[in-house]
C-alpha cells in the first residue's frame, strides 16, 4: 500500500521529533551528570508541571470530544496500572515512588506515539504533546535515578511490562480505540501529577505519603 504525500510527510515529521526526542534525551542525561542535587530538582520540578500541564490537556480535550455514548464516565471504575501503596519515610522513598511511577510509563508512552498518529492526529496538537509527554517522563527519571544513585548506587525498579487496554489502542473499532485512549489519558494526568507533587515535596524537603 503506498502512503499519500500528506501521510508520508506526517511520518517523516514523526520519524524526525522521535529522533529529537532520543538525542534530547542523551543531551539531558549528559547535563544532569554535571548538575547538584538542587540544579536537578530544579529542573525536574520544571520538566514535571509542564508534563503534567500537557497530559492534562490531553485528557480534557479527548474527554470534551467523546459522545455521551462512549464518555469514560466513571473514571474510578478501573484502577490505573501504577495504582500501589508507598510507605514514605524519607527522601530516597520519594524517589523511589517518582522512579517506578515513570518508569512504569516507559513502554505506554512509547506505544501511545504511533497510535495517537493513527486514531488522533486530526486531533488538533494532539501528536505533538504525546511526544513531549514521553520527553518530559524520560527527562524526569534520568534525573530522579541520578539523585538516589548518588546515595544508593543499587536501584531496583518494578516490572510494569503487563499494562491492560494497551491493544486497546489499535483497535478499528472506534468507540473501542477512544474508550482506551481516554483511559490511559486519565492515568497519564493523574501519574504525572502524582510525580509533580512529589518533587514539590522534595524541593522543599518534606516527607508525604500521598499526592
Not at 548538575?35 to 490537556?57: C, F, G, I, Q, W
Not at 515512588?97 to 508512552?109: D, K, T
Request: with cysteine; hydrophobic share 40%; proline share 1%.
Amino acid at each position: 500500500m503506498q502512503l499519500s504525500l500528506t501521510q508520508a510527510c506526517t511520518w517523516k515529521g514523526l520519524l524526525l521529533m522521535v529522533s529529537c526526542m532520543f538525542l534530547w534525551v542523551y543531551v539531558t542525561a549528559l547535563l544532569y551528570d554535571q548538575m547538584s542535587n538542587e540544579e536537578l530538582y530544579d529542573d525536574m520540578l520544571s520538566s514535571s508541571h509542564r508534563t503534567y500541564k500537557v497530559a492534562r490537556k490531553m485528557y480534557k480535550i479527548l474527554d470534551s470530544k467523546l459522545t455521551e455514548k462512549i464518555r469514560f464516565k466513571n473514571k474510578k471504575s478501573k484502577a490505573c496500572q501504577t495504582n500501589s501503596t508507598h510507605t514514605i519515610n524519607n527522601k530516597e522513598d520519594l524517589l523511589k515512588v517518582i522512579i517506578n511511577v515513570s518508569n512504569a510509563w516507559i513502554y505506554p508512552l512509547k506505544i501511545l506515539v504511533p497510535a495517537v498518529l493513527t486514531h488522533l492526529d486530526s486531533y488538533d496538537g494532539m501528536l505533538a504533546r504525546a511526544i513531549e509527554v514521553n520527553y518530559g517522563n524520560k527527562k524526569i527519571l534520568e534525573g530522579a535515578k541520578l539523585i538516589l544513585k548518588r546515595s544508593q548506587p543499587e536501584i531496583k525498579e518494578n516490572d510494569y511490562s503487563d499494562w491492560s487496554d494497551l491493544k486497546e489502542l489499535r483497535s478499528s473499532n472506534e468507540s473501542t480505540h477512544l474508550l482506551a485512549f481516554c483511559r490511559l489519558f486519565y492515568c497519564l494526568r493523574k501519574d504525572t501529577k502524582k510525580v509533580a507533587c512529589y518533587l514539590t515535596a522534595l524541593k522543599h524537603d518534606i516527607i508525604i505519603n500521598k499526592c
